[in-house]
């Protein structure tokens, strides 16, 4: 799926796009293929979850972050990178997102129902999904429904969607805090400089982006912004949550910075479900 690659490559770097270049083409191709696809794709249930650990400090299991994977019979594996754009721009995203809400929230009640006590499921949540008025009551019947408790949710939400429409953004943390949910800023550091937000904003979480972990191998800087991110956090009552962590000597350091948990390829890469079932230690 060249056209996919391709699609994927100019993601990554829309500047080097000009206007009239043959790629353009491939990549509005590659694009429009995935939307014709998508579409259908939850009723046809080629969409699922798979659930990546988090683990506290003493190494133990402090919850599962839910990732969608599609597997298109025409396309193969399309990764989120490449669909989630087209769904956040389509609109596909709110159906696949309210989905992935009561998915999330199913298999940990149904975890539970199995032994496997799994403490709590983190969420990706869209700018759109989030923008929609009936979110907070979404997110709350999805609790009801499952019989589960807002300290068993977190809700990852980015810093881009967070400064859109403060008021309106607000006034929802706030209802879901007073569920109990958490609140986490994924991909923290790369989003926007603007830090204001946090002084008034309820979110309880930092999950520092994955590209400051995997530097810390490389660029002698990394360590110093990490300590900075923990430190920021901490000022604010907040816990750290390092994601990407992928060597020994990455999950050292995160430690000795006092990131409260980890995530990473060297911990656990992401699986079904049925890879989590049996008792915890
Ligand atoms: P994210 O929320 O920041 O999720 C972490 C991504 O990093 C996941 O990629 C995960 O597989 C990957 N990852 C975890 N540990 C490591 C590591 O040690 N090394 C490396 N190189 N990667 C690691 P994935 O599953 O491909 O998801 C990519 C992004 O797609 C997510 O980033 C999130 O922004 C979005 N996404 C995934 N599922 C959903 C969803 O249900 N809803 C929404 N709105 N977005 C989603
Ligand atoms: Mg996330
Ligand atoms: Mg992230
Ligand atoms: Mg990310």
């Not at 990706?124 to 979404?138: L, T």
């Not at 209802?175 to 204001?196: K, V, Y």
């Not at 002084?199 to 972990?213: E, G, H, R, S, W």
Request: hydrophobic share 45%; aromatic share 4%; proline share 5%.
């Amino acid at each position: 799926h060249a056209d996919i690659a391709m699609y994927r490559a100019k993601q990554g770097g829309k500047n080097n796009i000009t206007f009239y270049s043959p790629e353009m083409n491939a990549v509005d191709a590659a694009r429009s293929s995935i939307e014709k696809h998508l579409r259908g794709a939850l009723e046809r249930k080629e969409l699922s979850l798979v659930y990546q650990p988090l683990h506290d400090l003493g190494g133990g299991l402090a919850g599962v972050e839910a990732l969608l994977r599609w597997h298109s019979p025409a396309l193969g594996h399309v990764p989120p990178a490449s669909f989630i754009p087209v769904a956040e721009d389509t609109g596909l995203i709110l159906p696949i997102g309210q989905h992935v809400i009561q998915e999330a929230c199913r298999q940990l009640a149904a975890w539970r129902q199995a032994g496997t006590d799994i403490a709590r499921v983190s969420i990706n949540v869209s700018p759109a999904q989030f923008a929609q008025e009936d979110f907070v009551d979404v997110v709350r019947r999805a609790l009801h429904r499952h019989r589960l408790e807002g300290r068993e949710l977190e809700l990852e939400l980015t810093e881009r969607m967070i400064i859109r429409d403060v008021d309106a953004v607000s006034r929802k943390l706030s209802e879901l805090r007073a569920l109990g949910i958490r609140i986490s800023i994924d991909d923290f550091g790369t989003g926007n400089s603007a830090l204001n937000y946090l002084m008034t904003l309820p979110v309880t979480t930092l999950k520092v982006d994955q590209a400051f972990i995997q530097a810390l191998d490389r660029q002698p800087g990394a360590y110093r912004v990490v300590q900075a991110i923990v430190a920021l956090g901490h000022a604010l009552g907040m816990d750290v949550v390092a994601e990407g962590v992928e060597t020994p000597a990455q999950l050292l350091q995160v430690r000795e910075l006092g990131c409260e948990r980890t995530q990473g390829f060297l911990l656990g890469r992401p699986v079904r479900p049925e890879a989590l079932l049996g008792p915890r230690d």
